[in-house]
């Protein structure tokens, strides 16, 4: 079992940034691949970023490639997600994921999840 508690939402202006921060316990961190994901009112969960265990690999969709960078620091069981350039259509609820697979886009290969923090671009 990994528990995924997230940090570090907010609301911040068009343009800005934001770093969240995904604090993991529970079994081996560094076991999973890790990832971030985002759902918006009324939307599908979409996924944002994933790395590997070691992270020395990284992998972004389109919509946030160049902006968002995903990060994590094995002894300190963390992962974090930095924004920068934010855009009215990146608010939303982010979640933090862990998986046994590397890569994986898809929300239901992973086993476990935080439970969200708000990230609001306001324009």
């Known amino acids: 079992q990994v528990q995924l508690v997230e940090s570090g939402g907010g609301l911040v202006q068009v343009g800005g940034s934001l770093r969240l921060s995904c604090a993991a316990s529970?079994?081996?961190?560094?076991?999973?691949?890790m990832a971030w994901f985002r759902q918006a009112p009324g939307k599908e969960r979409e996924f944002v970023a994933t790395?590997?265990?070691?992270?020395?690999?990284?992998y972004y969709p389109g919509s946030v490639k160049g902006r968002f960078t995903i990060s994590r620091d094995n002894p300190k069981s963390t992962v974090s997600l930095q924004m920068n350039n934010l855009a009215p259509e990146d608010t939303a609820v982010y979640y933090c994921?862990?998986?046994?697979?590397?890569?994986?886009?898809?929300?239901?290969?992973?086993?476990?999840w935080g439970q969200g923090t708000q990230v609001t671009v306001s324009s």
């Open positions: 529970g079994r081996t961190f560094s076991s999973y691949a």
């Open positions: 994921a862990a998986t046994e697979k590397y890569p994986t886009m898809s929300a239901g290969n992973y086993l476990y």
């Open positions: 790395i590997n265990t070691s992270g020395t690999r990284t």
